[in-house]
């Protein structure tokens, strides 16, 4: 009853891609972030010494 066959699978293969795309994107996305703070709080720590 709750096998997957080929056509199951069909339809549930794009959606599961999908999610899959989308937790790898906030992880890059969070990444990034990351590294951009840290590069805007080393311009604004250089911009207060002076």
């Not at 891609?17 to 990444?31: D, E, Q, S, Y």
Request: charged share 20%; with cysteine.
């Amino acid at each position: 009853m709750f096998g997957v066959d080929k056509y199951n699978l069909i339809s549930i293969a794009p959606s599961l891609a999908v999610i899959a795309v989308c937790v790898a994107l906030v992880f890059v996305g969070v990444g990034v972030l990351k590294k951009v703070m840290v590069q805007d709080a080393a311009k604004a720590a250089a911009r207060d010494v002076k």
